[in-house]
C-alpha cells in the first residue's frame, strides 16, 4: 500500500527543489493574469473611482431584487396591516400579511417600504415625489 505522502500527482510528492519550482511558476501566472488585468483597465480609461462612482449609480437606480416580489399572504390567519412595493404600479400598497411564510417584500410602514424599494426622484416618505406632486392613496 502507497503512503499519502508517495502519492503521485499532488504537491506533497514533489521534493523541496519541485515544489519551490512549482510554486515560482504559479506566482508568475498569478502576475501575468494581473498584469493584463490592470492593462486592461488601464486602457478602457476607467480609474477604480470611475467603476465604483458607476456601481454606485447603478445600485442607486436599480431597486433591490425583493422589491419585484409579489405580495404573499401566506397559509397562517392573522390579519396584519402590511405594505409591498408593486413594482408594476411603482409604488406602495397595503395588504394582509397572515404571519408566517411570506417573503421579503413586506414592511410594516410605507417609511420602510419606501426606503428600501423606492425609484429615484421620490421622496422618502412616500407621499411626494421631487417635482413637488403629492401621491395620494386610495382606500
Not at 3 to 31: C, F, I, N, V
Request: charged share 20%.
Amino acid at each position: 500500500m502507497k503512503s499519502p505522502s508517495k502519492a503521485s500527482g499532488t504537491a506533497s510528492s514533489l521534493s523541496p527543489e519541485q515544489g519551490a519550482t512549482h510554486t515560482m511558476k504559479l506566482s508568475r501566472l498569478l502576475a501575468l493574469c494581473l498584469t493584463l488585468c490592470l492593462v486592461g483597465l488601464a486602457s478602457s480609461g476607467k480609474t477604480s473611482a470611475n467603476l465604483q462612482q458607476e456601481a454606485s449609480q447603478e445600485l442607486l437606480q436599480t431597486p433591490p431584487a425583493l422589491c419585484q416580489l409579489p405580495a404573499v399572504r401566506g397559509p397562517c390567519k392573522a390579519s396584519l396591516h402590511r405594505y409591498f412595493y408593486n413594482s408594476t404600479s411603482i409604488d406602495w400598497e397595503p395588504f394582509t400579511y397572515g404571519g408566517r411564510q411570506g417573503n421579503a417584500n413586506n414592511f410594516e410602514t410605507t417609511e420602510v417600504c419606501v426606503r428600501v424599494c423606492k425609484p429615484p426622484g421620490e421622496s422618502s416618505d412616500g407621499n411626494r415625489r421631487s417635482n413637488g406632486e403629492t401621491k395620494v392613496k386610495s382606500s
